[in-house]
């Protein structure tokens, strides 16, 4: 059902997400005084901060990574050569 026929909307095909193509904005009435560059760029700025930023795949963050996964398998490897000597230990006694 559609309610009123003085409605301005803003069409935005260009929303920068894989997931969405465009997104409608209705204009409520303080925003019909706007013009439509100001219109426009109020959109986008509200937009991006719907959106998160992008993830930035940089070196750091691999060599961050990379440097985690080392101490979880050496944390791994730790505890697997506790446990072996702790068993030894126990089944000498």
Not at 59 to 75: T, Y
């Amino acid at each position: 059902m559609v309610k009123g026929v003085n409605r301005q909307i803003i069409e935005i095909n260009d929303t920068g997400s894989r997931y969405f193509e465009r997104v409608l904005l209705f204009v409520s009435p303080e925003g019909v005084e706007l013009s439509s560059k100001e219109l426009g760029s109020e959109a986008r700025e509200y937009l991006l901060h719907l959106t998160p930023p992008p993830q930035k795949n940089t070196l750091r963050s691999r060599i961050k990574k990379r440097k985690v996964r080392r101490r979880i398998i050496f944390a791994s490897a730790l505890a697997a050569v506790g446990l072996s000597v702790l068993l030894i230990v126990l089944n000498f006694l």
